[in-house]
């Protein structure tokens, strides 16, 4: 329960940071109104009931939300915000089965985006995802 609550504390951070979040009515609160091409990312480790979770708002007008924030918003921009799209990397990745679940939920050039995949690994996720979940920095 206490990393639900620091995820859930993190996330209003990190919205609070990035202005999304105001005082005022419940419409002008909601990060889906706000313009621009911005997507709120989550990868967990593990099995999702005890994984560890990790979170980062993207933003890209301009870049900005992660350690790859400028190459996240290039790569998605070359797919218009379509992640399964992304070009998969020639990369050889070990047969270590490690799960890991991606989810990213916002907004690309006005169309809603909520995309949420399990890779058997790391590597396997960043090879089908390029820099968009690379939130490690």
């Known amino acids: 329960m206490t990393h639900i609550t620091r995820t859930a504390a993190a996330a209003g951070a990190l919205l609070a940071a990035a202005g999304l979040l105001t005082a005022g009515p419940a419409r002008a609160a909601s990060p889906d109104n706000q313009q ?10 593990g099995d999702a009931r005890t994984g560890v979770t990790h979170g980062a708002l993207l933003l890209c007008d301009p870049p900005r939300g992660h350690a790859h924030a400028a190459q996240a918003c290039g790569e998605l921009a070359d797919v218009q915000g379509d992640i399964d799209r992304i070009p998969a990397a020639d990369v050889f ?14 907004r690309w ?5 909520d995309f949420t995949e399990t890779y058997t690994s790391v590597c396997v996720m960043n090879a089908r995802t390029g820099h968009v979940f690379a939130l490690d920095g």
């Not at 621009?36 to 480790?45: D, S």
């Open 36 to 45: 621009g091409n911005w997507l709120y990312l989550t990868v967990t480790r």
């Open 93 to 106: 990745c070990p047969m270590i089965f490690a799960p890991v679940t991606t989810h990213a939920r916002g």
């Open 109 to 113: 050039n006005g169309r809603s985006v």
